[in-house]
């Protein structure tokens, strides 16, 4: 076996190991450990029903027929259709495919620098930082956007140009899937400030990129929601109320010890081998650290554009066979995501799928005003009851959010009030409410009829 024959062997091993291992994590029932999966496949379902977008909540009693921006309306479609065609196993397939369009996107790109191997190590340490948010949501649908725009950004750089203006309409499909294209438009803004920098050509520079730059803004104004899709990301990011929620928590070593194993190993490694990069790169990828320990959400992004950009840092540049990817990628996609619809998959039973749960709820009650749990919020939804909240806490707004605070910190006062404003009689609330279920359970008013292992049912005298 030649030099060549290896080399290629070595390229089509380490790509079968990335689409693999892409294709195990999306099989993964731990994909549905989140309440928000239910509401958004609800979503899509109301959207095939009234074939309309909503603006209004059409779900819940406490917020019932006020203002909601469904700004992942696009990705609640493509969930809800895939729910339609095989349940969950539907929902598995496709988060399948985009993980392995990711990981497709990220060896490919290294692999233009690295050796395979190695390339195929810059995706699993990717993976360990994107494990916790590998969740049946849009941002997860987001992700290729991320890689695949990181990539035109890259390779036009290497060309001396600006990205063609045909490619800002990846902004309307992004618009309207998931709430990062604002990271895109921050992506695109580094890496046409680095070709300003480096050019002696400014003029023309500042016209390809500007006029780049201005397409984007465009296409991002073409959504479902007009001047809100627009705008909810930021306003979005000015709730109060944001450090009760787990993802837009500061990210710690007590709640993610992976991603600080990742980045101190990363770090190490740049520091040992020193990679190339313009300045602009590193201060993109600095700015990213800084939202990544700022907020948890942002992890994801900082591991997809790193694993992108620092293998560029290289001076290697690996030979590939790139005729054998062209055609191999989309077929293993495709049989992938067809082989992962075809076979059952067991959703987990917790709070965020409480169905037995469900299921024992009397019917007297499933019409009934209901205080439940956070995550439990979304599943109801999707069984057609409507909750008191749930995961669009953006929608809720910071007033409603924080009084639930306070009810399930158990505070009696706040629980009373919400009853006698909303008319409660009954609740469905997991077991970790411990003080709120401390404070039911002693309540002459209120009577446990059901628990198992996802929660418990009480209904109120």
């Not at 890689?147 to 990205?163: H, N, V």
Request: with cysteine; charged share 15%.
């Amino acid at each position: 076996m030649d030099a060549a024959d290896s080399s290629r062997r070595s390229f089509n091993l380490a790509l079968i190991v990335a689409l693999f291992v892409a294709m195990v994590l999306g099989s993964s029932a731990t994909i549905f450990n989140d309440g928000d999966v239910s509401w958004h496949i609800a979503t899509g379902q109301w959207i095939f029903a009234h074939k309309a977008i909503p603006h209004t909540d059409p779900f819940s009693f406490t917020w019932g027929g006020k203002p909601w921006v469904a700004f992942e309306w696009f990705a609640e479609v493509l969930l809800a259709g895939a729910f339609a065609i095989a349940r969950y196993s539907g929902v598995a397939a496709l988060v399948t495919a985009a993980l392995m369009a990711l990981h497709a996107f990220v060896f490919l790109n290294a692999t233009r620098f690295v050796r395979p191997w190695v390339a195929a190590g810059s995706v699993v340490a990717m993976d360990l930082v994107l494990i916790p948010m590998m969740l049946a949501r849009p941002h997860v649908l987001a992700w290729p956007l991320v890689a695949g725009w990181t990539w035109l950004m890259l390779r036009t750089r290497e060309q001396d140009r600006a990205p063609p203006l045909a490619a800002a309409l990846l902004m309307v499909v992004w618009v309207n899937l998931h709430g990062s294209w604002v990271m895109g438009l921050a992506i695109a803004g580094a890496f046409g400030l680095e070709a300003l920098v480096g050019s002696e050509d400014k003029a023309r520079v500042l016209k390809q990129w500007g006029l780049f730059g201005l397409a984007c803004l465009v296409a991002s104004c073409v959504n479902a929601n007009g001047v809100d899709g627009v705008l909810h990301p930021f306003r979005v990011a000015g709730l109060q109320t944001l450090p009760l929620i787990d993802e837009w928590k500061p990210s710690s070593p007590l709640v993610t010890p992976i991603f600080f194993v990742v980045l101190a190993a990363v770090l190490a490694l740049l520091w040992i081998k020193r990679p190339k990069l313009p300045a602009i790169r590193w201060l993109l990828l600095g700015a990213l650290l800084m939202l990544a320990l700022f907020q948890v959400r942002h992890q994801a992004i900082l591991a997809i554009v790193a694993a992108m950009i620092v293998p560029s840092g290289f001076a290697r540049r690996a030979e590939r066979s790139s005729s054998v990817a062209g055609w191999v990628v989309p077929a293993a996609v495709a049989l992938a995501a067809a082989v992962r619809a075809s076979l059952p998959i067991t959703v987990p039973e917790n709070e965020a799928n409480p169905w037995r749960l469900i299921a024992a709820i009397p019917p007297e009650l499933r019409s009934q005003p209901v205080l439940n749990g956070y995550a439990m919020g979304g599943p109801l939804i999707l069984s057609g009851m409507r909750p008191y909240i749930d995961g669009r806490s953006d929608m809720y707004g910071d007033a409603l959010v924080f009084d639930y605070k306070r009810i399930t910190d158990g505070d009696a006062a706040s629980l009373d009030a919400a009853v006698k404003r909303w008319n409660l009689r009954w609740a469905i609330l997991p077991r970790r409410y411990t003080k709120l279920v401390a404070l039911l359970d002693r309540s002459p008013g209120w009577r446990r009829i059901k628990e198992d292992e996802a929660g418990l049912i009480y209904v109120r005298a």
